[in-house]
């Protein structure tokens, strides 16, 4: 397959990822690169905002927090030298900005998405709390439906994900989900969005690049 046509299958997907995810009451968007994706999100977020991130390899290869903060924007996001009580007011405070970034760990050709979480913020703050949550997912996460979502996020973006934390767990060994009981374990809870939550402002972000896990 040509270069030319690679591309135009990869937009026809994005596409038809972009129509369902619409019709389950999301707005979304598609960009060719991170960095039209980068520019769109920092017109839609402005200036002096309070901005929590949740935690997004997509979102750091993107540069958002340092695009952002660039506009005078807050930067809500904890650290990995904070205190356990020190990352929890940094999530209280992150669940009631006005925007919040998070990336799904896998968007589904129906217009799904889903996310896994060890702690929990991040699940919790993709459901209710800010303002206007941005979703950024590269091309690499668009999946059929749910059930190969909840694979993909296993046995695809777990295991990176731990070699990246430093965490020991079996899947690192092994290349897939091995449901441990590792007390290191960071796949403790899933959130899937069917259709948008009421109140809320979603938008996705869908970008024709490999971006995260």
Same mark, same amino acid.
């Given at each position: 397959?040509?270069?030319?046509?690679?591309e135009?299958?990869?937009?026809?997907t =994005?596409?038809? #990822?972009?129509k369902?995810?619409e019709?389950?009451?999301?707005?979304?968007e598609i960009?060719?690169?991170? *960095?039209?994706?980068?520019?769109?999100? #920092?017109a839609?977020?402005g200036?002096n905002?309070? $901005?929590?991130?949740?935690?997004?390899?997509?979102?750091a290869?993107?540069?958002?927090?340092?695009?952002?903060?660039?506009?005078? !924007?807050? %930067?809500?996001?904890?650290?990995?030298?904070?205190?356990? *009580?020190?990352?929890?007011?940094? @999530?209280?405070?992150? %669940?009631?900005?006005?925007?919040?970034?998070?990336?799904?760990?896998?968007?589904?050709?129906?217009?799904?998405?889903?996310?896994?979480?060890?702690t929990?913020?991040?699940? +919790? +703050? $993709?459901? @209710?709390?800010?303002?206007?949550?941005?979703?950024? +997912?590269? %091309?690499?996460?668009?999946?059929?439906?749910?059930?190969?979502? =909840? @694979?993909?996020?296993?046995n %695809?973006?777990?295991?990176p994900? !731990?070699?990246?934390?430093?965490?020991?767990?079996?899947?690192?060994k092994?290349?897939?989900? *091995?449901?441990?009981?590792?007390? *290191?374990?960071?796949? !403790? =809870? $899933?959130?899937?969005? @069917?259709?948008?939550?009421?109140?809320?402002?979603?938008?996705v972000?869908? $970008?024709n690049?490999? =971006?995260?896990?």
């Amino acid at each position: 397959m040509t270069e030319e046509n690679l591309e135009k299958l990869n937009f026809m997907t =994005l596409e038809n #990822a972009k129509k369902a995810l619409e019709k389950n009451g999301f707005k979304a968007e598609i960009f060719k690169t991170k *960095e039209e994706a980068a520019d769109y999100i #920092a017109a839609l977020v402005g200036e002096n905002k309070n $901005v929590g991130f949740g935690g997004t390899v997509t979102g750091a290869q993107m540069k958002l927090a340092e695009k952002l903060a660039e506009k005078n !924007n807050k %930067i809500i996001v904890h650290l990995p030298q904070m205190s356990p *009580e020190q990352k929890r007011e940094t @999530w209280f405070k992150a %669940i009631s900005a006005d925007f919040y970034f998070a990336s799904p760990q896998a968007v589904t050709l129906d217009g799904k998405l889903v996310f896994i979480d060890g702690t929990g913020n991040r699940c +919790a +703050a $993709v459901t @209710w709390g800010p303002r206007h949550i941005i979703l950024p +997912a590269g %091309i690499n996460k668009i999946v059929k439906d749910q059930e190969e979502g =909840l @694979w993909r996020m296993r046995n %695809i973006a777990a295991i990176p994900n !731990n070699l990246r934390l430093n965490k020991k767990n079996p899947c690192v060994k092994t290349g897939k989900c *091995e449901d441990c009981a590792s007390p *290191e374990r960071i796949c !403790n =809870l $899933v959130t899937m969005l @069917w259709k948008k939550p009421k109140v809320t402002e979603y938008t996705v972000i869908l $970008v024709n690049e490999s =971006l995260g896990y």
